[in-house]
């Protein structure tokens, strides 16, 4: 399993973006920009729209930071699109098809017994080394406030202190 500090594992999967159009996308077509990486256990489910449409709210603020936002989960592209067009609405990120579930594997967010990822984060830095990661029962929602926070502490370089928030003093 990947480790904080450990060059992120690259990869290349099938995605879909804007209201539902198809693209490949690979971790190292974001080199030279963040990237938080966030895993959720399936679609058409309740707890996942929450995140995923929070984290398409805040698109602008992560924008800001230099960073991208990847969603990923077991499904298919083509159930993707479909709750995206039956509902979720359309995104300002790509959700990745990991339906072979190898990048969720690479990453240790593959709940095996379940056959399908658990909510787990992962914040990625330019040079591709991963900085962050975190991981959620499924029945409980992230907090992205949380995850902008952690994105910025580590973008410091820094030593932030336990409840640091941005512009407060390093350590």
Not at 76 to 104: C, M, Q, R, T, V
Not at 163 to 169: M, V
Request: neutral net charge; proline residues 5%; glycine residues 10%.
């Amino acid at each position: 399993m990947i480790q904080v500090l450990q060059k992120a594992p690259d990869f290349t999967a099938k995605a879909v973006v804007g209201k539902g159009d198809f693209t490949n996308v690979s971790l190292s077509d974001y080199r030279g920009k963040w990237v938080v990486l966030f895993f959720y256990p399936l679609d058409f489910t309740f707890v996942c729209p929450t995140e995923i449409q929070e984290f398409s709210k805040r698109h602008d603020e992560f924008k800001g930071l230099n960073a991208v936002v990847l969603g990923a989960s077991v499904d298919s592209e083509h159930s993707h699109k479909a709750w995206i067009n039956g509902g979720l609405g359309e995104l300002k990120y790509p959700l990745l098809a990991d339906f072979n579930k190898e990048i969720s594997r690479k990453y240790g967010a593959l709940l095996e017994g379940e056959g399908f990822s658990t909510r787990a984060t992962f914040i990625i830095d330019p040079e591709g080394v991963l900085q962050y990661a975190n991981f959620h029962n499924p029945n409980v929602g992230r907090s992205v406030t949380e995850t902008l926070r952690v994105l910025q502490g580590c973008q410091t370089g820094e030593r932030c202190p336990a409840e640091w928030k941005p512009g407060q003093k390093t350590i």
